[in-house]
C-alpha cells in the first residue's frame, strides 16, 4: 500500500459484487477522478505482487480481480493501513505519529518532533497546525512553555480518549499495537491473561471486541496512573457504575499489584464508567431482572410486534434472537452511556448483503429512540441486521422445502440431480436419494415431495415426473411444484402498476423524491404524508445498495394499497455516495404482509448488473417485470 486511501478503495471494491464507477469513489475518498485515475494506477502497481488486478471497463468502472485467496491476502494488508498497523507516508499517518508523540512526552519541542519523525522544522511546524484541527474534536489544544516545548491541554478524561484512539490499535485479529512508551508487552500479555482469568472465575463472556476495549481502558488507566494523573479523572454519576464496579475492581488490584503501582479509587471508577462492558454471567442461574432490563425487554416486545405487522415473522418466538437481541441492547446502552462508539468493520457488506435485515433493525432503532432517548448510528443498526439475519436463517432451515429422489438410473446419477437441485434452490433439503425398489422407505420420509424419474401412481407423497435430469427446466419445474413461480408473479402484479413507471430529470437525491412522490400522488397512488414520511427515512441511513440501484421505502397507513413507483433517470446522480440511476420507491401497507416477499425478488433482480443496465437503456416496464418475474 501506499496511503489510507488506497488500502480504503482495496477494501470498496472487495466490498462491491459487480464495476464501481471512478465518480463512486471519488465521492467516498473526496477526491477528483483524476486522482482516482492516478490511485488507480499506483495500486495495479502494487497488487500485482498478489497475482491480482483492478480491472476496467470503459464506462463501466473498476472491479477487483484475482482469485479468493491471493484477494483475501491483499485486503487483509489493506485493513492493517487502516487500522494504523502499518505507517504509509500520507498526512493522516504523520498526523498520527505526532499525536503519539505528545502523548509520550511531557513536553517536546518542534526540534524534537522533526528528528524523530524526521521531517523539517517547516514541515513540522505544517503538521502542528493539523494536529491542533484534529484534537478540536477531543475538546483539546496545544500549548506552549518557554525553554519546554509544547503539550497537550485539556480535561484528563478527554486525553484519555486520545490516546485510547491513536495510540492503541488493533489489527482485526486480535493481536493489539500500543504506542506508549511505559507500556511493554509483559504488561499488555499480564492485562490480557489476568482479564482473561477473572472473566473465566466469575463465568463471564464478553466479545472479542469487549474484551480488547477493556485492554485498551486498562492501558490508558495503568499509563495515567505512572504518570500521576488518577486524580485528574471527572467520572459519571456512581450508580452506573454498580452492573461492573466489583468485577472491575478485583480485575484492576491484581493488575496494579502485579505492575507495582499504587491503585487509586479513581482508576477503578475510570474502568467501570468508560469501557462500556457489561459483565454478564453465563451460568445457568438467572438473576434478578431489574427495572433497565425490563424496560429493555417491553421494548423489544413492542417493536417487534410492529415487525410482524409488515414481514409477517414473528421474531419472538425464536428464542436464540430474543436472547441475542436484548444482549446486545443491554450492552449498546452502557456503551452509550460510557459515550463509546463501536465501529462495524463489515458495515458496508452488511447493508449490501441483508437490506431487509437492515429496515427491520431501523424500526428497532426507532422504538429504542422514542423509548430511552437513545440514537442508534449506522454501525450498531448493522450489528442489530446481523441478528436479524441469523434468526432468518435459523427460519431457514426450519421452513426449506425437503424432497427426496427416487431414480431408477442408478444412485449416482440421483446424488447428481440431489446437487443440481440443491446449489440452485438454497432453502431446498434434500433428505435421501433412492432407488425404485426403496420407494417404500422415500413415502415413509418426512417430505414435501418426491422428485422422481418414474411415473409413480398411488404415492402418499406428492410427486414430480422429471424425464431428462440433465436439463435446466428441472430447478424450474421444482420451483413450481412449491408455487414458488406463481406466488412470485403474484406478488409483483399487486405490487407494480405501469402508471406508477417514469422517466424523469433531476440532479438531487430530495429533488428527485419529491417529483416522484408528487406523480404517484397525482395518479391516486399515495397520499401527501407519505412524502414526508419517505424523506424521513432516507436521512435515517441512505437506500443506495450498488448497481445503480436505490429503494427508498416507508409504511403508509390506511386503504391505499403497496405500491413500488419505478423512476429511470435520465443520468446517474450520486445518491449518497454510489451512483443512481433506477429506483424502485416502495409504499408498503402492512395491511397486505402477504405481499413482503416483494423485496426478496428485487433483491435478487438488482443483484444482476446486466439486466439493471439494460432495463435503463430500453426503459421499458413489461420488460422490467419480466425480468423481475424471471
Known amino acids: 500500500m501506499i496511503t489510507k486511501k488506497h488500502a ?247 493488575l496494579y499489584e502485579l505492575i507495582d503501582c499504587e491503585l487509586l479509587e479513581e482508576e477503578v471508577l475510570y474502568i467501570s464508567n468508560y469501557s462500556g462492558v457489561v459483565a454478564n454471567s453465563y451460568s445457568k442461574n438467572i438473576s434478578k431482572i431489574n427495572e433497565d432490563q425490563e424496560k429493555i425487554n417491553k421494548l423489544i416486545d413492542k417493536a417487534l410486534k410492529d415487525i410482524l405487522l409488515i414481514s409477517a415473522r414473528d421474531y419472538s418466538q425464536d428464542e436464540e434472537f430474543m436472547d441475542a437481541i436484548f444482549d446486545h441492547i443491554k450492552r449498546f446502552i452502557n456503551r452509550s452511556k460510557a459515550n463509546v462508539e463501536s465501529k462495524n468493520p463489515l458495515l458496508s457488506q452488511i447493508k449490501s448483503k441483508f437490506p431487509i435485515e437492515f429496515n427491520l433493525a431501523i424500526f428497532l432503532a426507532n422504538k429504542i429512540e422514542s423509548e430511552l432517548s437513545i440514537k442508534l448510528n449506522e454501525d450498531e443498526l448493522g450489528y442489530i441486521a446481523i441478528h436479524f439475519a441469523a434468526a432468518n436463517e435459523r427460519n431457514k432451515k426450519n421452513t426449506s422445502k425437503k424432497i427426496c429422489i427416487v431414480c431408477h438410473y442408478g444412485i449416482g446419477t440421483g446424488q447428481l440431480l440431489s446437487e443440481k437441485l440443491k446449489q440452485s434452490i438454497s432453502d431446498l433439503n434434500v433428505i435421501g436419494v433412492y432407488p425404485v425398489r426403496y420407494l417404500d422407505i422415500a413415502n415413509s420420509q418426512d417430505v414435501d415431495l418426491i422428485v422422481s424419474t418414474i411415473e409413480i401412481k398411488d404415492s402418499e407423497k406428492p410427486v414430480l415426473y422429471i424425464e431428462n435430469i440433465f436439463d435446466d427446466s428441472v430447478v424450474a419445474n421444482v420451483n413450481k411444484a412449491f408455487y414458488e413461480k406463481e406466488e412470485r408473479r403474484k406478488i409483483i402484479n399487486n405490487m407494480f402498476e405501469e402508471e406508477a413507471f417514469f422517466t424523469i430529470k433531476g440532479k438531487e437525491k430530495e429533488e428527485i423524491i419529491n417529483n416522484v412522490c408528487n406523480q404517484l400522488m397525482q395518479r391516486g397512488f399515495i397520499e401527501e404524508n407519505a412524502i414526508q414520511s419517505i424523506l424521513d427515512r432516507e436521512k435515517i441511513s441512505s437506500t443506495e445498495i450498488g448497481n445503480l440501484v436505490a429503494i427508498p421505502h416507508t409504511i403508509v397507513e390506511g386503504d391505499k394499497k403497496s405500491i413500488i413507483g419505478v423512476a429511470i433517470l435520465e443520468n446517474p446522480i450520486i445518491w449518497d455516495k454510489q451512483e443512481v440511476q433506477l429506483i424502485f420507491m416502495v409504499f408498503f401497507n402492512p395491511k397486505e404482509k402477504h405481499n413482503f416477499s416483494i423485496f426478496k425478488y428485487l433483491y435478487t433482480f438488482i443483484k444482476d448488473e446486466g439486466g439493471v443496465r439494460g432495463i435503463i437503456k430500453i426503459c421499458d416496464f413489461n420488460k422490467l417485470i419480466k425480468l423481475i418475474e424471471d
Request: aromatic residues 8%.
Open 8 to 254: 480504503t478503495i482495496v477494501i470498496y471494491l472487495n466490498d462491491k459484487d459487480g464495476y464501481v464507477t471512478s465518480n463512486e469513489l471519488a465521492r467516498l475518498l473526496d477526491v477528483s477522478t483524476k486522482t482516482i485515475k492516478r490511485y488507480i494506477s499506483d495500486l495495479n502497481n502494487i497488487v500485482k505482487e498478489y497475482d491480482v488486478e483492478i480491472s476496467s471497463s470503459r464506462g463501466i468502472g473498476y472491479k477487483l480481480s484475482g482469485s479468493k485467496a491471493n484477494t483475501l491476502r491483499l485486503v487483509k494488508e489493506a485493513e492493517n493501513y487502516i487500522n494504523g498497523f502499518l505507517d504509509d507516508d500520507s498526512d493522516e499517518s504523520r498526523i498520527g505519529n505526532a499525536i503519539c508523540r505528545f502523548i509520550n512526552k511531557t513536553y517536546i519541542s518542534v526540534e524534537e518532533m522533526s528528528e524523530e519523525l524526521n521531517l523539517s522544522v517547516g514541515a513540522t511546524n505544517k503538521l502542528v497546525t493539523k494536529i491542533k484541527e484534529q484534537i478540536k474534536k477531543y475538546d483539546l489544544i496545544i500549548k506552549s512553555k518557554p525553554y519546554y516545548g509544547s503539550y497537550i491541554y485539556g480535561e484528563e478524561i478527554n486525553f484519555r480518549q486520545l490516546i485510547t484512539d491513536y495510540a492503541i490499535k488493533n489489527d482485526g485479529k486480535n493481536k493489539i499495537k500500543v504506542d506508549i512508551e511505559n507500556i511493554s508487552e509483559v504488561d499488555i500479555n499480564n492485562i490480557e491473561n489476568v482479564l482473561a482469568k477473572h472473566l473465566r472465575k466469575q463465568e463471564i463472556i464478553i466479545s472479542d471486541k469487549d474484551f480488547n476495549l477493556l485492554v485498551s481502558k486498562i492501558i490508558v488507566s495503568i499509563f495515567r496512573s505512572k504518570s500521576g494523573n488518577s486524580e485528574k479523572v471527572n467520572y459519571l454519576d456512581t450508580e452506573y457504575r454498580l452492573h461492573n464496579y466489583l468485577f472491575i475492581k478485583d480485575l484492576m488490584e491484581e
